[in-house]
């Protein structure tokens, strides 16, 4: 059995997939991904329906993104002939005078830079709003930001077109796989697995939540907090309503992130709640979901959009991936210049494509052009022990 490669990727969920795919795209062929599970199993954060995409962000480090974003989906649809970007619209609300409509200002000036590349926006008022999607129960102190370009990522056909995308380039999967532990040297990262040892001239590591069990192996002890989310799908009556070309992708920004979708994958629509503060670890986790958790989504939806609220279809639990101040980790592993490492912060499936293709510069070239500074590894978040975790995917506007 060949034990040899130029490149291992550990993890075939979004991220990995695309760094496979992205690395033999550039003619890097000779890889190996390795996955503990089989391929497209469900323990992840990426075999879902859907997930949101977007150019409406807190901070101008991510809408420095987007567009390149949207790019490389681009690219992996005009392969594949499959489209896995949706662009139903996407409306930011917030009530007047809280902490939320100073993040809807924020996502405003984290937009202004894209303007010339063309992404456009709208700012409602409640009027608006409920004229042009009356499914919306809301008061005249109710404002809203659109943007035609958010929507949905089907992020479960992505990563398996990614898969299929890399396959087809010669790249090889070893699902069933676990990978115990790593070490690198200047030559080589040897990577010890439950189907026995590999080298390669460099590791691409797509762990995800279960990151935190292979660094301290590498001498990293990064505070990555996993946190235990939920989604539910609620089987509205009125589905016409709800469709992907009546209802847009929707972000609620109130005391709770409320988020939602129209009906898309199950004959249903999607709500839940973004980072419910639940913190668990890989041994703690439940795939169970906590009834508490749906009735609260569910009181969100009677109240803000009753015609949404039928029962619940099914609800799956899920896991983030956060450093302290959730922005992503992308970088070289300190003092392991041939493994490089991707932490998504509960937030990154929109980004997959793109950042497999710096993953790939990353490994190979060990740079890009693209602006990741922010996600470095040497940053407060990640060095300073008295750094104060914020986890609300806002600018400090609370
Ligand atoms: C409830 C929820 C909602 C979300 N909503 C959004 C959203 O709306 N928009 C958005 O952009 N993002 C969203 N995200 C985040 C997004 O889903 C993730 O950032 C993305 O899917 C992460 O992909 P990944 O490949 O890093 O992780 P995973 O898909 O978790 O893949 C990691 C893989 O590594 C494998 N692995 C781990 N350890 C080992 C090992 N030791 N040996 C071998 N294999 C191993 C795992 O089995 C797994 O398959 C959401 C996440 C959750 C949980």
Same mark, same amino acid.
């Given at each position: ?26 003619? =890097? ?35 420095? &993104? ?39 200002? *924020? ?9 010339? /590349? ?23 102190? #109710? #404002?809203?930001? $659109? ?5 949905? &990522? ?18 090889? $999967?070893?699902?069933?796989? %676990? ?8 030559? /080589? ?48 009556? =009125?589905?016409?309503? $709800? ?21 898309? *994958? ?29 009735? &609260? ?32 980790? &992308? ?8 493994? #490089? ?27 890009? %052009? =693209?602006?990741? =500074? ?25």
């Amino acid at each position: 059995m060949k034990t040899s490669y130029d490149h291992i990727v550990i993890g075939a969920g979004a991220l990995g997939s695309a760094a496979a795919y992205r690395l033999a795209k550039d003619g =890097h062929t000779d890889v190996l991904v390795l996955e503990q599970y089989e391929l497209g199993h469900t323990r992840g954060a990426s075999e879902d329906h859907s997930r949101i995409i977007r150019h409406t962000y807190h901070s101008t480090v991510y809408t420095a &993104l987007t567009p390149a974003a949207y790019a490389a989906w681009d690219e992996v649809e005009d392969e594949t002939g499959l489209q896995v970007v949706f662009r139903v619209g996407g409306l930011d609300l917030a009530v007047t005078g809280t902490p939320g409509e100073r993040e809807l200002d *924020g996502y405003r000036a984290s937009l202004a830079p894209l303007a010339a /590349q063309g992404v456009t926006w709208e700012n409602l008022g409640a009027d608006e709003i409920r004229s042009r999607w009356p499914q919306w129960r809301i008061g005249d102190d #109710v #404002v809203g930001l $659109f943007q035609s370009d958010g929507g949905i &990522l089907d992020v479960r056909r992505a990563t398996a077109a990614h898969i299929a995308l890399a396959r087809a380039r010669g790249v090889e $999967f070893a699902p069933g796989t %676990t990978v115990l532990g790593l070490s690198s040297t200047d030559r /080589q990262v040897t990577v010890s697995t439950s189907r026995g040892e590999f080298t390669a001239g460099s590791v691409v590591l797509c762990a995800a939540s279960w990151t935190p069990t292979l660094l301290p192996g590498l001498g990293v002890d990064w505070p990555i907090t996993l946190s235990q989310e939920q989604v539910s799908y609620f089987a509205t009556p =009125h589905l016409r309503d $709800f469709a992907p070309d009546r209802f847009p992708m929707w972000i609620w920004h109130g005391d709770s992130f409320f988020y939602g979708f129209p009906v898309y *994958g199950e004959v249903a629509v999607k709500a839940a709640r973004d980072m419910s503060g639940r913190f668990v670890t890989q041994e703690t986790r439940s795939d169970v979901p906590d009834p508490a958790e749906t009735e &609260l989504v569910a009181a969100f939806l009677r109240d803000r959009l009753p015609a949404a609220a039928g029962p619940e279809l099914v609800s799956k639990t899920c896991v983030y991936d956060m450093a302290p101040d959730r922005e992503f980790i &992308l970088d070289h592993v300190p003092g392991h210049p041939r493994i #490089v490492a991707f932490v998504g912060g509960g937030h990154a499936a929109k980004f997959a494509s793109l950042l497999g293709e710096i993953l790939a510069e990353l490994a190979t070239t060990g740079t890009t %052009t =693209h602006p990741i =500074h922010a996600f470095r590894a040497d940053r407060p978040a990640l060095t300073d022990p008295g750094f104060v975790p914020s986890f609300r995917l806002a600018a400090a506007v609370r």
